[in-house]
């Protein structure tokens, strides 16, 4: 062997040799996330810990989207009023002045349990009995068993800078359920319970696009659709919390939900009406199109009391009537995916133009945008009103 190879091998076994112990650093230490084992704070580089805290607070502070929630004092025929599936924390596992909070995630059916501040290191799922119809279940998810409501169970806990941990129990479940967080005489419980047990009626509101997926914009790109479809939403939900109309929604934030997740909620759910909230734009430039469209499924939905195409038209004359523009009409449309796919009265209002100047002044109006709200929430009570 040459010199210059000589050179070149020891070279490379240095560099070797720096990437096996670089890789045995990190590999080594626990990372945050990894389910069912302790995260000790020290022990892992600041920035990971910092950035977890962060995700886990998001979770927590959740409560102005309305999924936050503490627990209720109650008492156990409250809870079972409510509903016979819940499950029961073991009381001596949950250190007293632990704070505890739940947050639905009615998209992905599931619900995560944070008890914050507690001395108790050893949380595990053994801590957890549940309970349906009278049967009694502990430890893993059953998958086959028919009483086992749960699809998965799993448990995480940080160390916080405090000394005390950070449990948190990721529970999913295999149908859709309303979850409750109860405090009975010092003990925790979660109640599970079927949205149309509790509700009469159930809407869901999508608000289009979102995150990554920016929808339509105006002709100069300055202004796109999902932060009108949002503000749009969170007027209506203004509206709905009023009212004795239960409603769901596929997000209450600037966040990217795929079409399949959002058609699933309305399915899951066994939706009474599943309305999509859209602004529109026409092809190659022209910016003559204007005015207020709803479109449909001619698809059969079984055991409806209102057709598609009749929620099209209740959204498209109530929107255009509150804002005075343009019925432009509604239309029949087979291939789109949430048309199609929804199990349920479905409907995409598109409240109007963003590539025509005068319908964009309008939109961009927060005051129209508001009417808009109003017009859609007007239709929703009609719906409703014939359906019942
Ligand atoms: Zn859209």
Redesign the pocket.
């Known amino acids: 062997m040459k010199e210059k190879q000589w050179k070149r091998l020891s070279v490379q076994s240095v560099m070797l040799l720096v990437c096996v112990l670089v890789f045995g650093f990190f590999y080594s230490g626990d990372f945050p996330g990894s389910s069912g084992r302790t995260v000790l704070a020290d022990d892992i580089p600041d920035k990971i810990v910092s950035e977890d805290l962060a995700d886990l607070d998001d979770e927590i502070y959740v409560s102005d989207t309305g999924m936050g929630e503490a627990p209720i004092h109650a008492s156990v025929s409250t809870l079972k009023e409510r509903s016979h599936t819940y499950i029961k924390l073991v009381e001596d596992k949950i250190a007293t002045g632990a704070a505890l909070y739940i947050r639905n995630d009615y998209i992905n059916k599931s619900v995560s349990l944070t008890i914050n501040e507690t001395s108790e290191k050893d949380f595990s799922i053994n801590n957890i009995v549940r309970y349906n119809k009278g049967k009694t279940i502990s430890g893993k998810a059953a998958k086959k068993n028919k009483s086992d409501f749960l699809r998965n169970i799993s448990v995480r806990s940080l160390k916080l800078k405090s000394g005390n941990y950070r449990v948190i129990v990721d529970i999913k479940t295999k149908k859709l359920y309303e979850s409750c967080l109860y405090e009975i005489k010092g003990e925790y419980y979660i109640s599970f319970a079927e949205p149309h047990k509790l509700y009469d009626k159930i809407v869901v509101i999508d608000a289009?696009?979102g995150g990554i997926d920016e929808?339509?914009s105006s002709i100069d790109k300055k202004y796109h659709?999902k932060d009108y479809t949002l503000f749009i939403v969170q007027e209506i939900k203004k509206l709905l919390d009023k009212s004795d109309i239960k409603a769901y929604y596929t997000r209450l934030d600037d966040r990217y939900v795929s079409k399949l997740d959002r058609t699933r909620l309305a399915n899951n759910l066994k939706a009474d009406l599943f309305i999509s909230i859209?602004?529109n734009a026409s092809d190659k430039g022209d910016t003559t199109a204007y005015g207020v469209e709803a479109l449909y499924s001619a698809r059969c939905v079984n055991g409806a009391s209102i057709t598609n195409k009749r929620l099209a038209r209740l959204l498209m004359n109530n929107v255009a009537e509150k804002t005075d523009n343009r019925k432009r009409g509604i239309i029949k449309r087979e291939g789109l995916y949430l048309l199609h796919h929804a199990d349920v009265p479905t409907s995409i209002v598109e409240v109007g133009y963003m590539t025509n100047k005068s319908d964009l002044k309008c939109i961009r109006g927060k005051l129209n945008r508001k009417k808009m709200a109003t017009g859609i929430y007007d239709a929703i009570e009609k719906a409703i009103d014939t359906a019942s």
Do not use: Y
Request: proline residues 0%; aromatic residues 0%.
């Open positions: 289009g696009h929808g339509t659709e859209h602004c």
